[in-house]
């Protein structure tokens, strides 16, 4: 019987993995006998917050384990602790909203913890079997999630689309790392990256790498792979929508930026290209089409598409501003993006999504508390400084334009200018438009109206001081 | 001989793939799914590959199509009729000539491609030992995360597919 | 395989991702869809195998096809379960049937 001679295995470059996972395990069997909806999230939020405590004391860490396949640095780091985070401003969102949804609460905790350990193993992965299995981790438990509220016809119908385009974008994925493999005769992303250079299947290499963007195209919802990302964002329930606007697409450009700046970074000159055609159209469809908007969670969806877009220029300017720049503007757009869910969550009840601009009229005096942070999170979107969204787009453009990349950064800019049509939209709606009548008690939301402070704090923090945020995600860029 | 029996086996793949594609009613067209599997599974056998051939039969062809068919069967599915509306055929005619230009464009490109040829694989090559041995060392790690998608996907279906525990407050 | 080029045993992928791509895009009913993303995989798992054994036969590409099996099963026990809760909902599968969010 021969002797199997296991990996060296570092254990701590998987704790934040392996502890979520324990905590999905945990809470799934707890959902058996645990029928307090508020109790699992709370233990949710306890073990969320533990986890983000040790992956946090992991700074300073770097290795890699696994027979080179899994990566602990701070560019894992500075996305895992980013997930956690959104994690629990979501878990604190879900505690409100689930209420009277019927929505098993933990089932649903459990698979929003695997999504968690999905997207932190495609943030440390170095190698594409991994980055492929991180990412259906988490693909499939947010499947679920979309569809979790099941009494409701559109999420039922958001999991279905959501679920079709995300295994046809697998399937794309799959081919695509095919084609890598077969140029390169590896999966690992050094491997690769010493092999992209000499590999005499050229263009083999590039179809490979053109069909990974059409997959990462579908995950981070950019154009002109998004059609799904409106009806999938406004079916799913609204806490979904916040988890998948946020750090699914911070998960997948994680991976995104790993895969392409490693891996693929001897054929920047190839795929940038193609990039600056996706940036340019993501950014002005995602604007103009929400323009067409009235329904303020669907604006949001074409949104977030159009904050992808901006997040693909300094993906396509590269280097090291770019790249610091590109992990920048995912920590500011997901305090922002989060909040502004939270808002919709807020507003909206069981049997009343209240989600058009015609719902929202008056807000601004009847619910000051909401009121004040949307403002926030709206003007923080359209970039207006001193918030945070000021602070991403400055960066990114300063990133295109140090790079050469002129006609990106003022498509860039027009857009902003664009965008704000729609975000005061919504502050006009607010505080200009007549509302109706009080119509009943508001209801108590606690833990909703803390994860809409919290985020709101946090835009306004990271846009005052940008420059510690920065410097972290310099620190995790440089890291790669 | 090799050869000989590569083109009948590639070629029937083909006719029992298009058979999927083609066929209106959803229960036959799985039929042919099937037909594929197994056949990619003799592909796979040519190849060498005799773990993974034994898995497709398994796992693909048992277990996931009987689920396949299981569902349709329980759904009582009609045929896919497409409807004779216009936008139908436009989306199928872009379709067709998108699937095509792809088959084309890619094999221009696959038939420059140089990567080495077949020689005699190693004693053992594609069994279970060696894969076996492949998975539980340089691939732990993935093998450990297959669990936890494995677990998140079952979860996930019975979560989708229960009854409805507890009504939604009115 | 001796005397079978790498690029026959490639073109049998083509075909089947070809065949594939046509089925997700024309099926309207939500099975179908899936049977036409099962081929794309497959067409993925023929890629694998071969380059894995053209290549000085290593065992990853072999590896690799089997997380793609078994991915494929965890993608039909998901697909499927929201398919028939679906269908208890809205009585059909049709893609374009299904229109909650078609306002």
Known sequence: MEQLLLPAIDWLAVLPVGLTSILGLVLLALGLFVDDDETLGWITLIGLAVTAVATACLAGQKSITFNGTFALDAYALFFDLLFLVAGIVVVLMSMTYLEGTGIPSGDYYGLLAFAIAGMIVMASATDLIVVFLGLEIMSISVYVLAGAWRTQLRSNEAAMKYFLLGAFATGFLLYGIALVYGATGAFRLDRIATAVGDTPNRTMLIAGVAMLIIAFGFKVAAVPFHMWTPDVYEGAPTTVTALMAVAVKAAGFAAFVRVFLHGFGGLHADWSMLLWVIAALTMTVGNVLALAQRNVKRMLAYSSIAHAGYILVALVASGAAGGTAALFYL??????????????????????????????????????????????????????????????????????????????????????????????????????????????????????????????VMTVVVGVFPALWMQLARFGFLSL | MGAALFLLVAALTVVAALGVILHPNPVKSALFLVVTLFLLAAVFVLLEAHMIAALQIIVYAGAIMVLFLFVIMLLNLRNDDPERGRRRYVLRGL????GVALAIELALLVRGASVGSAGSAPAGYGGAAAVARSLYTDFLLPFELTSILLLAAVVGAVVLAQKQRRPTLS | MPGVPLQHVLLVGLVLFALGLYTVLTRRNAIGILMGIELLLNAANVNYV???????????????????????????AVGLAIVLGIYRNFESIDVDATHALRH
């Open chain 1, 331 to 456: 920590l500011v757009y997901s305090f922002m993006t989060l909040g502004a869910f939270g808002v919709v969550a807020a507003l909206g009840s069981v049997g009343e999504p209240n989600e058009t601009l015609d719902d929202y009229a008056g807000i601004g005096f009847r619910r000051p508390l909401l009121g004040v942070t949307m403002t926030i999170f709206m003007l923080s979107l359209t970039g207006i400084p001193p918030l945070a969204g000021f602070a991403g787009k400055f960066y990114v453009f300063t990133a295109a334009i140090r790079e050469g990349y002129y006609v990106l950064a003022v498509i860039g800019v027009l857009n902003s200018a664009i965008s704000s049509a729609y975000y005061v939209r919504v502050l006009i709606a607010m505080y200009l438009t007549p509302g109706a009548e009080e119509h009943g008690r508001v209801a108590r939301q606690p833990y909703l109206l803390t994860s809409i402070v919290v985020s709101a």
């Open chain 2, 95 to 98: 379709a067709w000539i998108g």
């Open chain 3, 50 to 76: 071969a380059f894995a054994r053209y290549s000085g036969a290593p065992t990853d590409g072999q590896i690799f096809a089997i997380f793609v099996v078994m991915l494929a099963a965890a993608e039909a």
